[in-house]
């Protein structure tokens, strides 16, 4: 008789040498910086191996619906996606030593949009990143999407500066640190302590953060009229 595997042994089951790192780009639309952050997510295929390597007999379904075009419903032809007013859908059921899971899942473009049109290469995307979710249930790989449904308006209390505020800042110090030819952390350090701030940095509220912006602002306008001077003045020797 075969052994099964419980749930707690495949979801401390070491996948990592598995998991591939996506880096993705943006731009800071206040400040205009390129910043960057990573994805990590199992591979398809080494999800399939690992299955199959727990119970050789492991099936995947990949649920289909009827096609809808302008022309109606057409229930006789089946295609591997849900239309619907708000947007597309795969459906995949893992099935593991007799114990299925079921994952829902939208199409969506890299910026995790809904996707108008979907072409059947965007289709078929989704449907791999579904059997993967699926097979997540069972435990393989569930912890990559540890927090993945906090909500998207999360945010600091009202009298509290954002992220995009803290970036800001960040921004300016860098800029000072660059005029006076010393590192942004000291500059941080130096206006904290000039505003008698003993708190955590990413906790500063609203009043604090004008208050160093303004005094930042202030800082790089005399130094650049500094640097200006001196400019003129050995251009003059």
Request: charged share 15%; hydrophobic share 25%.
């Given at each position: 008789m075969s052994y099964t595997p419980t749930f707690e042994e495949l979801y401390t089951k070491d996948i990592s040498k598995h998991v591939e790192k996506l880096k993705k780009t943006y731009e800071d639309k206040?400040?205009?910086?390129q910043k960057s952050f990573e994805l990590s997510y199992l591979s398809w295929a080494y999800g399939w191996r690992e299955m199959k390597r727990i119970d050789p007999n492991a099936t995947e379904t990949i649920h289909e619906f009827p096609l809808v075009t302008n022309n109606g419903v057409f229930e006789s032809v089946?295609?591997?996606?849900?239309?619907?007013?708000?947007?597309y859908f795969v459906k995949d059921t893992v099935t593991i030593n007799g114990r299925s899971?079921?994952?829902i899942?939208?199409?969506l473009d890299s910026g995790?949009?809904?996707i108008k049109?979907?072409?059947?290469?965007?289709?078929?995307?989704?449907?791999?990143r579904c059997f993967v979710k699926a097979l997540a249930k069972h435990g393989i790989g569930l912890y990559l999407y540890v927090g993945e449904d906090l909500p998207e308006d999360i945010s600091k209390p009202i009298n509290q500066a954002d992220l995009e505020q803290l970036e800001e800042l960040e921004y300016l110090f860098e800029e000072i640190a660059q005029l006076?030819?010393?590192?942004a952390k000291t500059v941080k350090n130096q206006l904290l302590a000039k505003k008698e701030y003993a708190g955590k940095f990413e906790d500063i509220?609203?009043?604090m953060y004008e208050e160093l912006r303004a005094l930042s602002i202030k800082q790089i306008e005399k130094l650049n009229k500094e640097k200006a001077e001196k400019e003129a003045e050995e251009k003059a020797k």
């Open positions: 206040k400040t205009g910086q089946k295609v591997p996606y849900l239309m619907t007013p708000q947007g899971e079921t994952e899942l939208p199409v995790n949009k809904p049109n979907p072409s059947s290469f965007q289709i078929n995307t989704s449907l791999k006076k030819n010393i590192s509220s609203m009043l």
